[in-house]
């Protein structure tokens, strides 16, 4: 993929970065993004799933954030990913983000680590609310990745279009991450994941009732991550070539 007429508004290096990739029910999907004009990508029937999480400095301050996305098209076959909701341990931040940048972000107290072994957490209101956690024990010694490459994510970030009930127009951002990879499986023997339902977060009660499966970690312990600006969705074909 390759962004054309894409200007980033902001680019971090050196990125802690942890993903979660994963599936879920697809009829779940297909329903919650087709007033959104989008179809959710497949593999073997399910939705496809990216969680990622990260820790970065911006403008000299440190914060953390955690985005949950579906894998999806529009109905044109530009592909990309729907941000369906994301946290911010920068409530400065968090605002930013739903003001300039049109995104559904909310602050949260997120924690990333990306030394070995990779954890994420989420807490809302004194609770924690997500948990991923690799284990590293005799059961799993060494755990050695499946792959070890430079890798990355770029494309188009749809953002939803109707919130409390109301339409706005539909909106989407470029983004690109990059990185040195560690690849992981998932072990539900072995690792954690836990979701409970949270107000005002509500992704976590769409993973709960979409049965989100965890398949695959990807850890960068320095990574590049880059965003543009928002656009409108009939920018879309205009600025991004290549897809």
């Known amino acids: 993929m390759k962004g054309a007429n894409i200007g980033y508004a902001a680019s971090l290096t050196h990125v802690r970065e942890v993903s979660l990739f994963g599936t879920a029910d697809l009829a779940f ?3 919650r993004l087709d007033p959104e004009g989008l179809i959710p990508a497949e593999k073997h029937g399910k939705a496809r799933l990216m969680i990622i999480a990260a820790d970065a400095k911006f403008m000299g301050i440190r914060f953390r954030e955690l985005s949950f996305s579906v894998l999806a098209a529009d109905h044109s076959g530009q592909h990309g990913a729907f941000l369906v909701q994301a946290f911010n341990s920068s409530r400065l931040f968090a605002c930013c983000e739903r003001v300039i940048f049109s995104t559904p972000y909310t602050h949260g107290d997120v924690r990333v680590s990306a030394a070995f072994p990779p ?3 989420l807490t809302k209101d004194g609770s ?4 991923a956690e690799m284990k590293s024990d005799a059961a799993a010694p060494g755990r050695a990745p499946t792959r070890s ?3 990355g994510w770029e494309g188009p970030v749809f953002l939803p279009s109707i919130r409390n009930g109301k339409r706005r127009s539909a909106k989407w951002f470029f983004a690109k991450i990059r990185g040195h990879t560690e690849t992981y ?3 539900n023997s072995h690792d954690t994941l836990m979701i409970y339902p949270s107000p005002r977060s509500e992704i976590l009660q769409a993973l709960i009732d979409s049965q989100f499966t965890a398949i695959e970690w990807a850890v960068r312990a320095d ?3 880059a965003k543009s600006k928002t656009y409108d969705r009939s920018e ?3 600025r991004v070539a290549g897809l």
Do not use: C, G, T, Y
């Not at 924690?128 to 948990?131: G, H, K, R, S």
């Open 185 to 187: 499986p998932f072990l």
């Open 119 to 121: 954890s994420v957490r």
């Open 236 to 238: 879309l074909s205009v």
């Open 149 to 151: 490459e430079e890798d």
């Open 128 to 131: 924690v609310v997500f948990l």
């Open 29 to 31: 999907w297909k329903h």
């Open 223 to 225: 990574a590049m991550h």
